[in-house]
């Protein structure tokens, strides 16, 4: 099992930034990779940002490329992830969720096996 705590969410205005943080305990030696995704109200959960769990390798959805950067701490042992948003919209607002998997498989698949409770992020106009 792991467990996921995503922190960093709040209140912004159009064209603000925000730095999410997703910071996962237990078997973490068996994460492959994590993700970022949001659900809007209304609104199906989208995929947002992925990397592997080494850190090499990230995908992004195009509706953020530009915009959104995942990254994992340097200090591997911090076991955390960050997601750094800038020139946010108001079509950012959503819960932002974080995921992580144990399987290997390519970032593209939006597949995962652990999520955390997610984190408010409010963009107004």
């Known amino acids: 099992q792991v467990q996921l705590v995503e922190s960093g969410g709040g209140l912004v205005q159009t064209g603000e930034s925000l730095r999410l943080s997703c910071a996962a305990s237990?078997?973490?030696?068996?994460?492959?990779?994590m993700g970022w995704f949001r659900q809007a109200p209304g609104k199906e959960r989208e995929f947002v940002a992925a990397?592997?769990?080494?850190?090499?390798?990230?995908?992004?959805a195009d509706s953020v490329k530009g915009r959104f950067t995942i990254s994992r701490d340097r200090d591997n042992a911090k076991n955390t992830v960050h997601l750094e948003m800038i020139s946010l919209k108001p079509e950012d607002t959503a819960v932002y969720y974080c995921?992580?998997?144990?399987?290997?498989?390519?970032?593209?698949?939006?597949?995962?096996?652990?999520w955390g409770q997610g984190t408010q992020v409010t963009v107004s106009s």
């Open positions: 995921g992580s998997r144990v399987f290997r498989a390519p970032l593209v698949n939006t597949r995962y096996d652990f």
């Open positions: 237990g078997r973490t030696s068996n994460i492959a990779a």
């Open positions: 990397i592997s769990w080494s850190g090499g390798s990230t995908y992004y």
